[in-house]
Each structure stands twice: as C-alpha cells, then as structure tokens.
C-alpha cells in the first residue's frame, strides 16, 4: 500500500512541467520576422491594428478585428501564427462607445481611432 502514493507523488512530479508550461514564444531571436510582415499580413485580412509590441517572446497585436470586436493577440515572432487571441470588452458603453460603433465606421471606410476620453468637452453648468 506504500507504493501507490509513491507512485501517484512520481506522476505527480514527472506531469507538473506540463501542466504549468506557460503559452509564452521560444523562437530564436535569429528567425524572427519584422512586425512590419505582422501588420501587413494582419491588415491584409481586415485587421486594423492599433499596436504591435513584443511581450513575453511573442509579438501582442491591439487592434480591430475583421469582425469589427476589438482584440488583444500573441503570434509567435518566427511564423506569425496566432497563438492566442482575447476579446475585449467594451467597458465605455456608458459613455455612448460600442463595438457597434466600430463595425458601422469600418464598413464606411473609416479608420476607427481608439477613444482615449483626453478630448472631451466640459460638463455645461448654468447659473441663476
């Protein structure tokens, strides 16, 4: 009976690096394409990107997807194969912004700017 746990704590030991292997890219910095490659062949299928940065190995894209939802992505820097891709939300519906709002502005042919609220006017205030 002492031997089961040993062998479930050696599973356990031998299963764990799998387990906790992170999503991050190991390419090697030599085959590494320009992030100009990933926003051409980003906005060849419709993205319109707002960044490209490097995090964690992989190049992390913000932008507006074909779609029209804006998306946070990690592709791998050698391939530029998606790794992984996040949807945002979109936590200014209270100050009248929407995904719809962007789906209406790209198909007009419009390039959405990202809404930074640093432009908006003051609250008006009457006196009496």
């Known amino acids: 009976m002492k031997t089961k746990p040993l062998f479930i704590g050696l599973a356990l030991v031998f299963l764990s690096p799998a387990l906790l292997a992170d999503d991050d890219c190991d390419d090697p910095l030599a085959n590494w ?5 990933l926003r051409q062949k980003l906005q060849a299928e419709g993205w319109t990107v707002y960044r490209i940065k490097v995090d964690d190995g992989c190049y992390e894209v913000k932008g507006l997807t074909p779609e029209g939802y804006r ?33 209406s502005a790209q198909a007009s042919g419009q390039v959405p700017v990202p809404q930074t609220g640093a ?4 609250p008006r205030v009457t006196i009496e």
């Not at 432009?119 to 003051?122: A, E, L």
């Open 33 to 37: 394409q320009p992030r100009e490659n």
């Open 71 to 103: 998306a946070e992505a990690s592709f791998a820097p050698a391939s530029l194969k998606l790794m992984e891709l996040e949807r945002e939300e979109d936590d200014d519906d209270d100050h009248g912004h929407s995904n719809k709002t962007h789906k």
């Open 119 to 122: 432009g908006k006017s003051r």
